[in-house]
C-alpha cells in the first residue's frame, strides 16, 4: 500500500515538474533560470524521496514488531490449549476436591449407592458440563455416563446461561441431560 502510495506522489511530482518546464520554456527565459528550476525539482525530489525512505523504514519497524507479538500470540495461544486438554484428560483420583468445592463423583465410598447421569450432546460442538463441581467434557454427538452418590446432585450446562439445577437422585437411576446451546 505505502508503495503504491509513493508511486502515485512521484508520477504527481513529475507531473508538475514537467508543467513547470514546458510553462518556463514557454515564457523564454534566460537558460540560466532554466539551470536553477531544474536544481530545485532535483532538491525536491530529493527531499521527497528521502521522506518515502524514512516512512519505508518505520513501517518495516512497526512490521516487524507486530509479526513477533503475533508470533508470540500463537505460541501462547497453542500453550493454553495444551493445557487444557491436559486438564480435560487428566483423571480425577478418588476423594479428590475439584476447584468448586466438594469431592469428585467418583470418590464414593464401598457400599455408597450409586446413580448415573448419562450426559448426550447433540450439538455440532463440544458441550462441557459441570456435576457436583466436577467438569465433563462430551464431543458432538457422543454421549457419556457419570456416576455419581446417590441423593443431591447439583449440574449445569457451561453453553447454557442458566444458574445450576439440583436434583434428588435414588440409587440406580439414571438421569440423561440432552446437551445443547441455547
Known sequence: MTHTRTRILLRLVCTAVAA????????AEPPH?????????????????????NQQTTT??????????????????????????????????PGSTSLYGGTT????????PM?????????????TAVINGMFYSVPPGRDRTVPVPAGAVNYQVLQVPEPSKLRTLVPNE?????????
Open 105 to 112: 463423583s467418583g470418590s464414593a465410598s464401598p457400599g455408597v
Open 174 to 182: 439414571t438421569l440423561t441431560l440432552t446437551l445443547f446451546p441455547r
Open 60 to 93: 518495516d519497524l512497526l512490521m516487524e514488531m507486530v509479526r513477533k507479538d503475533l508470533k508470540d500470540l500463537r505460541e501462547d495461544v497453542a500453550r493454553l490449549q495444551r493445557e487444557l486438554t491436559d486438564l480435560r484428560n487428566r483423571p480425577a483420583s
Open 20 to 27: 513547470t518546464l514546458l510553462t518556463a520554456g514557454a515564457r
Open 115 to 127: 446413580a448415573n447421569i448419562r450426559l448426550v450432546n447433540t450439538h455440532g460442538i463440544e458441550m
Open 33 to 53: 533560470a532554466k539551470a536553477e528550476d531544474v536544481k530545485d525539482v532535483r532538491d525536491l525530489l530529493s527531499r521527497i524521496e528521502q521522506r518515502l525512505a
